[in-house]
């Protein structure tokens, strides 16, 4: 693509990461959550690797399809984990640790610090769907480098 | 427009027009008793604000978890089937 292109691209690309982490993080209090924040993730994914039209060695499929593997076996083992009671308990919530924070009934804005496993799996959630519109994104970048233009 | 199409379509127009006139007012579905356990425990039990991320991830956690191995075959789909149309051109791909 061309130099504008290839500028904006870089100018928008930490902005875009991190309002999708924002969208992650606060997946529990507000609109939002992991299969949002890793789509808008993966846009700035792809906004980055369509401008250099290459593949890129911080952006390659190998990590990718790493990543999206360890965060399935991370969703799947924090359900697995509350086990002691049944599958998917919340065993993190009204607890005091990480995440287990009490809240109060009705509305109100919310603690960051409460939600028990719902932040773990958002976060494993959105790295999957991240890493997976990545690596659709990069096969066809390939495809296209190899077989279309030679 | 011929007849035999017109007539088709009047008569999905008119049972849309209608099921969308005769629908039920917003917030007050017929059965209301799950709707109303999670808005009274899903805050105390889950220890989230947002009701709906509760429920996708905690009462209704299974159901990700089968949404998450679906986007997970696909890509194994699209990771294969990109793999084979290289490798039929002979590109070197170390990287697939």
Redo the contacts between chains.
């Keep these: 693509m061309s130099k504008i292109v290839r500028t904006i691209a870089d100018l928008f690309f930490p902005f875009v990461i991190v309002f999708g982490l924002y969208i992650v993080f606060h997946?529990?209090?507000?609109?939002g959550?992991?299969f949002q924040g890793g789509a808008v993730m993966a846009s700035g994914f792809a906004m980055y690797a369509i401008s250099r039209r290459i593949?890129h060695k911080a952006l390659?499929?190998?990590i990718f399809?790493i990543i999206?593997?360890l965060s399935?076996l991370m969703?799947?083992g924090f359900?697995a984990a509350g086990l002691m009671r049944s599958?998917?308990y919340?065993f993190l919530?009204?607890s005091g640790l990480l995440?287990?924070?009490?809240?109060?009934?009705?509305s109100?804005a919310?603690v960051l610090n409460?939600?028990?496993?719902?932040p773990f799996?958002?976060i494993a959630?959105a790295m999957?769907?991240a890493s997976?519109f990545a690596?659709?994104v990069s096969?066809?970048i390939?495809?296209s480098i190899?077989?279309v233009d030679k | 427009m011929k007849l035999r199409y017109f007539l088709p379509c009047l008569l999905i127009f008119a049972f849309l027009f209608l099921s969308a006139h005769n629908i039920r007012d917003f917030g007050s579905p017929t059965h209301s008793e799950m709707d109303t356990y999670f808005l009274r425990n899903a805050q105390e039990q889950t220890g989230a604000n947002n009701v709906v991320s509760a429920v996708l991830f905690d009462y209704r956690g299974l159901d990700t978890l089968g949404e998450a191995t679906v986007l997970f075959t696909a890509i194994s789909g699209v990771l294969i089937i990109s793999k084979t149309i290289l490798e039929d051109d002979n590109v070197d791909v170390k990287n697939c």
């Design positions: 997946g529990h209090l507000t609109p959550g992991g593949e390659s499929k190998n399809s999206e593997s399935l969703f799947a359900a599958f998917f919340n919530a009204n995440f287990g924070e009490t809240v109060l009934f009705g109100n919310g409460t939600g028990g496993v719902i799996m958002n959630v999957e769907v997976a690596i659709v096969c066809f390939l495809i190899y077989k």
